[in-house]
């Protein structure tokens, strides 16, 4: 765990309106500049909550129904995120209703400390032929975003550069498209040219393949296992700038057969990952690997 042991117990209150100052600060946290002024976000969902605590995410607040409160199933990941100093809010449907702005919310949501990582060491996990870090020119999308993490976790990439001025990585909309991936990709923000730089000072060490329309490399013909690999996607409505091509060593194509221009931008994240992964995929599930670990 990454909380500090000097952490006291959390503690346990009820609130029923929806104008008391703890849900106007939690609801609040719908707004990047508050999101970033307190550095944390919200986690919707019993699932979420339990794989922040088995990662060691700092847990600050759970809110959570009555109900759910009073779920003997529930009791021990309460008694945990408290004994880790967060604080417990039990509140009414409506409240949760008015946090996640839905009808049928989830009957839990967790407000979890922001982690970024210093792009250098997320650079550094690159160290055998095979290794991904994804990187993003300013993705715009939060339901994409969130996509390409859950894909990244999947592919066991090694983490995603954000460049340049990228959709906010913590957003609602993008932590529920993780479905709690967040937990697993380390994260790092980075300018254009601190971006380039990088690339730079990596030389042959590190392949940057950019995949861009006008690539003139089919990617299934790339020799993906040769070096570790930064994988470049372009923004959205305007692929890569310029000086991102031409940091790259190779400009990579997916070649299609309709009539459509191109492809969303998470679906070809996936498709290159997933080949440039080829050899380290495995057709074993997680719930297998967990039980082969405790055996
Ligand atoms: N109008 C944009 C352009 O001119 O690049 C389209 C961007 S596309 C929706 C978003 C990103 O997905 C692209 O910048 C590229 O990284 C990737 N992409 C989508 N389709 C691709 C394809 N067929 N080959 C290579 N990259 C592709």
Known sequence: ??????????KVKTVTSTANPLVKRIKALAMKKNRDREGVFLAEGRKL???AMDRGWEIDTVVCSRE?????GFATTIAKCRAAGADILEVSE?????????????????????????????????????????????????GNLGTIIRAA????????????????????????????????????RVSEPEFIAMVRNAGQAIQTVGTHLKGAVDYRTVRWQKNPVILLMGNEQQGLTEALAAACSDLVFIPMAGQADSLNLAVATGIVLFEARRDNLVMQRPDETRRGGSA
Do not use: Y
């Not at 997320?122 to 095979?130: D, K, Q, S, V, W």
């Open 1 to 10: 765990m990454t909380d500090s042991p000097s952490r006291t117990s959390g």
């Open 68 to 72: 759910m409160a009073a779920d003997a």
């Open 49 to 51: 909550l339990t794989d």
């Open 94 to 142: 409506k409240v949760l209703g008015t946090i996640s702005r839905r009808d049928n919310p989830q009957m839990v949501i967790a407000v979890v400390r922001q982690r970024w990582q210093a792009p250098a060491d997320l650079l550094a996990r690159l160290n055998e032929p095979g290794d991904v870090v994804i990187a993003l020119d300013r993705v715009r999308d939060p």
């Open 153 to 188: 976790d999947a592919a066991g990439a090694k983490g995603i550069l954000l460049v340049g001025d990228c959709t906010d990585a913590f957003s609602l909309e993008a932590i529920r498209a993780t479905m709690g991936s967040v937990f697993h990709v380390p994260l790092a």
